[in-house]
């Protein structure tokens, strides 16, 4: 095969023209941007990485690339399999819905590099849409409460200190956890609150830290999930 066969799109290694290419790549860019704002917008909770963001958008770019590479070849398919049998991906995902959005940069990015198009477009629209309303209803979430506070509690003083800055500064409060602590005196309680939307939750905090007999308050974003 002479130089002229390797650059003519028609006859080289890859079954798209250069034009293509180009094309598929600037596709699987731009719908990955997307899929990452939408993880940005969407995420909750305090495993948020930037790393993450960029693998998303990463991936659908190469992904892309690599449908382009395979093509209608088996031969190249096995090949790449084999090849990237071989990575070892040590990032521990610590939220379960940022897989879906994995998955969605691989479909994604097969779509793009096939020159789908249309199912590229309307399915980063579509799905991204689900997302969105999913987000905005809080679809899912167990508890509807803004926070989880925690804290020290001595066995020898009266709960009605604690209890009555719970009905002045929330509208509502459940108690989560109650486990021992070091000092036999003491136990660690947590509670699931809802603060009040005239009330600031650094106010609470404050009002709490100063009740005879709790100490180490701690108070926790929690829209849907939370470790306690």
């Known amino acids: 095969m002479d130089l002229t066969e390797l650059t003519n799109p028609q006859v080289n290694l890859f079954a798209y023209s250069y034009m ?6 600037l596709v699987a860019s731009l719908l990955g941007f ?50 990237l049998s071989i990575i070892r991906f040590r990032t521990v995902i610590k939220d379960t819905k940022d897989t879906t959005y994995v998955f969605l940069a691989l479909a994604i990015g097969m779509a793009a590099g096939t020159s789908n ?8 629209l579509m799905i991204g849409a689900l997302i969105l309303i999913v987000d905005q209803y809080n679809y899912g979430a167990l508890f509807k409460s803004d926070f989880v506070i925690r804290f020290l509690f001595s066995k020898t003083e009266s709960e009605a200190g604690y209890l009555r800055l719970f009905e002045e500064y929330t509208r509502s409060n459940n108690l989560l956890h109650v486990e021992p602590s070091g000092d036999p005196d003491l136990i660690r309680m947590t509670f699931d609150v809802s603060v009040k939307e005239d009330r600031k939750p650094a106010d609470f905090v404050s009002a709490l830290s100063e009740v005879n007999g709790l100490s180490e308050v701690v108070l926790i974003a929690s829209k849907s999930d939370v470790d306690y």
């Open 20 to 25: 293509e290419i180009v094309l598929n790549i």
């Open 34 to 83: 997307a899929i990452s704002f939408m993880y940005r917008v969407t995420h909750r909770g305090l495993s948020y990485s930037q790393s993450f963001t960029l693998t998303i958008l990463f991936v659908t770019v190469i992904v892309a690339v690599v449908m382009m590479v395979i093509g209608g070849s088996l031969a190249r398919a096995f090949a790449l399999v084999g090849a």
């Open 117 to 124: 198009y249309f199912l590229a477009f309307v399915g980063t």
